[in-house]
């Protein structure tokens, strides 16, 4: 049982450049999360999916775009990087949308240049 | 205004003292929870406990214990016998129940460092 797993763990892109960040969870629930994290400002809701097949837009999705391709699966993809999208990502999980805790995967740690 | 506000940004605290972080919040909706996380240095986001709006009783957890106080719409988390491995910072944060609203919002955590 591995939890909320994220690939990859570290990335550097270059500004205009695209990239998706995988998340999978293995424990079955309904609900994922992208947050991002940056220095002083704790963590801020990109995108949700509170079941398979539907998505909602957090506090900061601008720039972003996500993909429940399964139950398991919920990718975030960057069209075109900016610097301002520098910092850590989080994928997070709950058995049902207001759980009353989310399972948080290791994050990725992206820099755009 | 802030939806959550954490005014320690950093406390040292000696091995084996209970610990208490502080944690305000607004909110207008009568129904919410608030939430502690953990993040130690490796960087995973470690739950820690549950508050709702509604629960009679302070949540307790192990060695955690979430003092809330309602009416002043405070939600300190208290560590008690503190350990190095509580050497971490916390964050403190807020689902409210409006419909549709799934979003957690988070404070700006306080850095936690346990003295030996």
């Known amino acids: 049982n591995a939890g909320v797993t994220q690939t990859p763990k570290f990335q550097v892109l270059k500004t205009g450049q695209s990239m998706t960040l995988q998340c999978a969870q293995d424990m079955n629930h309904n609900s994922m999360y992208w947050y991002r994290q940056d220095p002083g400002m704790g963590l801020r809701l990109i995108y949700y999916?509170?079941?398979?097949?539907?998505?909602d837009k957090g506090e900061v999705p601008n720039g972003y775009n996500v993909s429940r391709l399964n139950k398991r699966e919920f990718s975030l993809r960057l069209e075109s990087a900016a610097p301002s999208q520098t910092s850590v990502y989080f994928c997070?999980?709950?058995?049902?949308?207001?759980?009353?805790?989310?399972?948080f995967g290791p994050g990725t740690r992206l820099t755009v240049l | 205004a802030q939806k959550i506000t954490q005014t320690q940004p950093g406390m040292f605290v000696q091995e084996k003292e209970a610990v208490t972080l502080d944690c305000t919040y607004d909110t207008s909706d009568p129904s919410y929870g608030l939430f502690w996380y953990k993040q130690p240095s490796s960087g995973e986001m470690i739950f820690l406990i549950y508050q709702g709006s509604y629960d009679q009783q302070n949540a307790t957890e192990g060695r955690y214990s979430l003092n809330f106080q309602k009416a002043r719409k405070s939600a300190n988390l208290v560590i008690s016998a503190s350990q190095l491995g509580d050497s971490a910072m916390y964050f403190c944060?807020?689902?409210?129940?409006?419909?549709?609203?799934?979003?957690?919002?988070f404070g700006t955590g306080t850095r936690l460092t346990i003295i030996p």
């Open positions: 997070a999980s709950s058995s049902v949308p207001r759980a009353n805790e989310q399972f």
């Open positions: 999916s509170a079941s398979e097949g539907t998505t």
């Open positions: 944060a807020m689902r409210e129940a409006a419909f549709g609203n799934e979003k957690l919002t």
